[in-house]
């Protein structure tokens, strides 16, 4: 499908283009060729649309500026997405946390704990709202007051796993649901290798809770690599199951992984390289007001949210917002997505 | 002292040496110079050996052929080792377990475990006789019938801790106990640092199990990189106080270990490396009996040891024993140190 946008610019222009030119195209066969010069099969597409309006969903495609950029940017981005809820210029600061449906109590606490802390942070989670560690670091994000992200190895209007239905809901509110499956597609098997490549691809860099040897994270790891993204993993004790696929992470090497701070590190100062593109022009340190001071300590080179600076300077929201502001407009502080703020470097 | 030796050759020349001569020597202040030309204090010595002679100990030098040769290699290997037990050519194939003093039950489990498996593959294990994690370290190669090197911080007629009175005992018994410490030398915590150097010194590479962030056990792993010696360590739970020392070493580039295996397959071909001085010559593999087949079948890469084989093959011990040496005769199989075997490569 890109590659006949490529060429051909506009879906319309494929379905009239002539045979020989269609031809052309790599990977190609004779029987698709054959099928686009059928043209669109206009009833199925209008069904298509009226189910996903029914839901309040929409489609974007790959030549919509609302495409994910990140994910334009790998091999074999689809060229559809379904989308339930909102896609904010903020999430191209995500990070993907994913793991095994089989947790224990020790994985859970980690995913819930980092996913709040990164999403305090103004990180976006990505997941696959599978049972276990999907729907942790899911529900992590929400509780952290921070946007998140389900990509589906189902359509966008089949919740599963059923018990997911409130968390469902949450997360159209609070992020996006995606899929690039057709309406009322089932959760066969086969779709969520190619879904896992969505989730890796939207992100700067995928975590990996718990795994087991055979966990399909694995796989999303393997995507991650591919498409030049960081690969962290979660240590645990030897001989237990749901760290063995981890571990072999670690041993490949995958950056372990023990804090938020960790996966901060790793991706801050490439999340700054890709906003910084202008010089930065030395200035001297204009003087502060005491209050400016008292908020200026609070802040560090890693972002904070604007809630706990409310909290911890016990100011009052509105002073504490025109404050940033004027320590934004001095070149003292740097604002970030999700409403974070950090020293300026 | 190496090099006045160096210099001098025997410690009689060096006492004999005129006073210019020796203030050549690099780091020979003139107040050391001066001791030295008092000559030796006879008494002294002949106090120490005595002492030494009692608990059935002696003095090996840097310059007997017994001092451990991979010890000699270090930056600065002690000139002089008061050695109880033996030292055996074989305790050049050792690996150094090392951790804290406060350990929790998967601590202990994993030491006694990899401690254990390695000494059955004919590996020496070298560690400190801590309280903890050392001391298991110690019992595990005794359990698995293996020998076992324990470097004290205090003379090697100081049993400390106390409670280890029994093993001390046993590790004179199945390998050695050393200490660059004066006879009756207290274990002071300043004599750790230095001890830690010769723990290392002696192995292939320092295994940390569990260790705190500020463990002794990251001395003895800084000492092991210094020295050119691989650095594995073993994971845990995050949050656990036990492994935030391990994770550390991880992510500053050490070997995540979840087995023993993980241990052997980096230090065998090191240790083969060495070995193998000639060239091998190709030959054609001959024909075995039915008997030989049966004892080829259980052998791998990996040295076994020969109880395992007797056990395994439910053969009788002197069978064993000389089907084994026709294998190796024929050139299929490898001796390994402490009656081991492996296929020939």
């Known amino acids: 499908m890109r590659r006949l946008l490529d060429r051909f610019n506009t879906p319309e222009a494929v379905f009239h283009a002539p045979m020989k030119e269609l031809s052309k195209i790599e990977g190609l066969g004779e029987k698709v060729v054959q099928e686009i010069r059928k043209g669109p ?3 199925v597409v209008e069904r298509e649309l009226s189910l996903l309006r ?15 950029k990140r994910l334009r940017d790998i091999y074999d981005p689809p060229a559809l997405l379904y989308v339930r809820g909102e896609l904010k210029k903020e999430d191209e600061f995500a990070i993907s946390i994913v793991g095994s ?28 709202m599978a049972r276990g560690i999907d729907s942790l670091a899911h529900w992590g994000a929400i509780s ?6 389900a990509v589906l190895g189902c359509g966008v209007d089949v919740i599963y796993p059923s018990e997911n ?7 159209i509110d609070r992020g996006a649901i995606l899929s690039e499956f057709p309406m009322g597609s089932p959760p066969e098997g086969g779709h969520f290798p ?16 718990q795994a087991s040897e055979k966990s399909g994270s694995l796989i999303t790891a393997g995507y991650a690599l591919e498409q030049g993204r960081e690969v962290f993993a979660v240590p645990g004790n030897v001989g237990t199951e749901s760290s063995r696929g981890t571990h072999r992470l670690i041993k490949e090497g995958a950056k372990l992984v023990e804090s938020s701070e960790d996966i901060l590190e790793e991706i801050l100062p490439q999340w700054r390289g890709e906003r910084e593109t202008t010089p930065k022009v030395e200035i001297p340190r204009p003087d502060l007001t005491e ?10 080179e890693t972002p904070l949210h604007i809630d706990v600076m409310i909290r911890e300077s016990r100011m009052d929201p509105g002073k504490v917002s025109s404050l940033l502001l004027n320590l934004e407009l001095k070149g003292m502080v740097s604002q970030w997505p999700g409403k974070c703020f950090s020293k300026k470097m």
Chains 1, 2 share one sequence.
Do not use: C, M
Request: no cysteine; glycine share 12%.
């Open 291 to 300: 209050e400016e001071k008292v908020l200026y300590e609070l802040l560090s």
């Open 165 to 171: 239905r409130n968390l469902f809901a949450k997360i």
């Open 144 to 149: 952290g007051g921070g946007r998140t992200i």
């Open 54 to 68: 029914e839901v309040g969903g929409r489609v974007i495609t790959l030549k919509d500026e609302e495409y994910p």
């Open 101 to 128: 449906r089989k947790t224990t109590p020790y994985g859970r606490w980690f995913t819930e704990k980092v996913s709040q802390e990164l999403a305090r942070h103004g990180v976006t989670i990505v997941s696959g």
């Open 41 to 43: 099969l206009e009833k």
């Open 194 to 209: 190619r879904r896992n490549r969505i989730i890796s691809g939207l992100s700067l860099g995928v975590v990996v809770v």
